[in-house]
């Protein structure tokens, strides 16, 4: 973990922790301005941007995963043996800032976030919030996590990652009755853009879970009725 890039630390607990996932061939570095704009509408959130494993060539790039003669066949198998990796990665940083699962959101581009959508089918929840920039499935799930909540960000025309995949993962997701948004971006290749950092401030602070809902609306129907006892004025005689 040593060239992971830790953006934010509170100065008192943290309450809660955000993991940013490079690309193929990056760098935490890379991820940065994204993390401090993070910073600074979570202030109480450690913030890290954490490194892939491997070296990727001569260069100084990482990635988790090769894609020298990647293909749909072989995509798959990759994923999976890089997963143990990366949920190392999770809970290591889980453990260091002291934060579960639920307040964990992973944040990922490209590669990193293939890693990051392919986590919530693996195992137990790794995070309550999941945002995918110019990713993808490595397959289509066919089951989800209830405590994980995807957040899609694709441009329109990215040529690396196709939005197609994006689209294809919403409606997947939806019909599995997962808890999923979804935004294409015209005009936008494959990049993290201040449109798309907006957008993924604006669903980690406005949106509200479905288990949440579903939470209260339980509450809500257990709850005892209320019942609305009126005075009645009485003469005396």
């Known amino acids: 973990m040593t060239d992971s890039v830790v953006v934010q630390r509170p100065a008192d607990a943290a309450q809660q922790l955000i993991l940013l996932f490079h690309g193929v061939c990056g760098h935490p570095r890379e991820m940065l301005r994204l993390g401090q704009r993070l910073g600074a509408e979570f202030p109480s959130a450690m913030i890290v941007s954490v490194a892939a494993p491997h070296t990727c060539g001569r260069g100084a790039g990482r990635q988790w995963f090769s894609v020298q003669g990647i293909s749909e066949e072989n995509r798959v198998r990759r994923v999976q043996e890089a997963m143990p990796a990366f949920v190392a990665a999770v ?107 907006s957008l993924l401030i604006e669903r980690l602070r406005g949106y509200i879970p479905r288990r949440l809902w579903e939470e209260a609306l339980r509450a809500d129907c257990e709850s005892p009725p209320m019942v609305s006892v009126r005075p009645v004025n009485r003469r005396l005689h």
């Open 91 to 197: 809970r290591h940083w889980q453990k260091e800032s002291g934060i579960g699962a639920p307040a964990t959101a992973l944040v990922g581009f490209s590669q990193g976030a293939i890693m990051a959508l392919e986590s919530t089918l693996h195992g137990a929840s790794l995070a309550g919030r999941v945002a995918s920039i110019a990713g993808r499935f490595a397959l289509l799930p066919s089951a989800v996590t209830p405590d994980t909540t995807l957040h899609l960000f694709h441009g329109k025309t990215d040529a690396v990652i196709a939005y197609a995949h994006t689209l294809a993962a919403a409606e997947r997701m939806l019909e599995l009755g997962g808890d999923v948004t979804a935004d294409v971006l015209p005009f936008v290749g494959h990049e993290i853009n201040d449109t798309i950092e």
